[in-house]
Structures are given as C-alpha cells and as structure tokens.
C-alpha cells in the first residue's frame, strides 16, 4: 500500500520561510519521480516542483529562485523548502509519486499553507 504523508504546513507571513516534508512508503523511493503541487481556492491544481533521482529537478516559474526541492533516499522523503513566501503562495500543497515505469501516480491527503500578515 502506498502512502504519502505530508506535514510542515501553517501560517507564515509575507517573506517568511516554510519547510514542508512528505515521507512515501510501499513505493521504491529512490526511483520515482516526485513532486510538490498545490491548489488554491478556486484555481486548478498546478505543479510547484518535482525531481528525479538527485539531478532531475524542475520548478514552476512562479517559485524559481524561492522554493528548492530535495530528497532523503535513506528517509524516503521529499522536502520543499520555501522562502520569501508570498500571499499568492497561500495553497493546499500536495506531494505527489509516480512510477517511472507504469506512470502510475499516487497522490498525498495535502497540507495546508496560508501566507498572510
């Protein structure tokens, strides 16, 4: 059974810095690719970041040069390390899996964060 499992969500003002982390099981960690998403009322999920293996890393426009993605293989966990938080930052944040093999995804229950003064 896979699971993925989020936390470090919360209230933050504007500028300030948040660390969010999603610890898998029941998936070979170190091969499949994973990623942060995130939701805001009224707006589509959009993909904030992803990474494959230790170099394949990708972020949305909107986050590059703020929000860094990383992975402990040895942990089987994902980190999405966020600074100078905006209020348009303010989403639920999913972390999500996939297979390199099948593309099968799986998806976390989500965290929320709000950034607001």
């Known amino acids: 059974q896979v699971r993925l499992v989020e936390s470090g969500g919360g209230l933050v003002q504007p500028g300030g810095s948040l660390t969010l982390s999603c610890a898998a099981s029941g998936i070979n960690f170190s091969f499949y690719a994973m990623g942060w998403y995130r939701q805001a009322p009224g707006k589509q999920r959009e993909l904030v970041a992803t990474i494959t293996g230790s170099s394949n890393i990708n972020y949305a426009d909107s986050v590059k040069g703020r929000f860094t993605i990383s992975t402990d293989n040895a942990e089987a966990t994902v980190y999405l390390q966020m600074n100078s938080l905006k209020p348009e930052d303010t989403a639920v944040y999913y972390c999500?899996?996939?297979?390199?093999?099948?593309?099968?995804?799986?998806w976390g229950q989500g965290t929320q964060v709000t950034v607001s003064s």
């Open positions: 999500n899996s996939e297979s390199p093999i099948s593309r099968v995804q799986y």
